[in-house]
């Protein structure tokens, strides 16, 4: 995990964490869509470990590539979406975190996490296309809300990471 994304991958565990505390949850299965190299699972494992927390951790990858045995293939931008995997591994927390950004139909996106009915942690680093190879940027906050509000999504907790990444607690 390069420097910019670590502070994103740390605080997307501890919002995983709090989220573990606050439901009271003792088995995390947790869903991790756009896993990458999966480095997710070591910093959520280290969570638990960090604060003694006696967790069971089933860690789910997605992503378009298989990366691992374990990697749940789905490409978002076909409208693959891994809702039948939700119900089989009785998921009850899904992460997306640099991901949403390379997302064509987001509004489609955000109805799957809706229809998961589950806690999704989404990061996000605002931008602009131009100067990244994201496929369609959210440049503001404000647009973030116009399409929570659109699906449905509840915006339980918002967290300004810096200048232009953020993390939110979706319900």
Not at 51 to 56: A, E, L, S, Y
Not at 69 to 84: M, Q, W
Not at 88 to 101: A, K, R, W, Y
Request: with cysteine; charged share 20%.
């Amino acid at each position: 995990m390069g420097n910019d994304w670590a502070p994103r991958g740390r605080q997307a565990a501890s919002m995983v964490f709090n989220v573990t505390q606050d439901d009271s949850l003792r088995v995390v299965n947790l869903l991790d869509l756009g896993a990458g190299i999966m480095s997710l699972k070591k910093i959520v494992s280290q969570q638990f470990h960090e604060f003694k927390v006696n967790v069971t951790l089933n860690y789910y990858p997605v992503d378009a590539f298989r990366r691992s045995n374990e990697t749940i293939v789905c490409d978002f931008n076909e409208h693959e979406y891994p809702l039948k995997e939700v119900v089989q591994h009785n998921i009850n927390i899904l992460v997306c975190q640099g991901c949403f950004e390379y997302v064509y139909d987001k509004i489609l996106f955000l109805k799957f996490l809706k229809a998961t009915k589950k806690p999704v942690v989404l990061t996000y680093a605002l931008g602009d296309s131009r100067t990244h190879i994201w496929v369609s940027p959210v440049k503001s906050v404000s647009e973030f809300n116009t399409l929570f509000q659109r699906t449905n999504l509840t915006v339980a907790r918002q967290v300004k990471i810096n200048s232009r990444n953020y993390l939110f607690l979706l319900r």
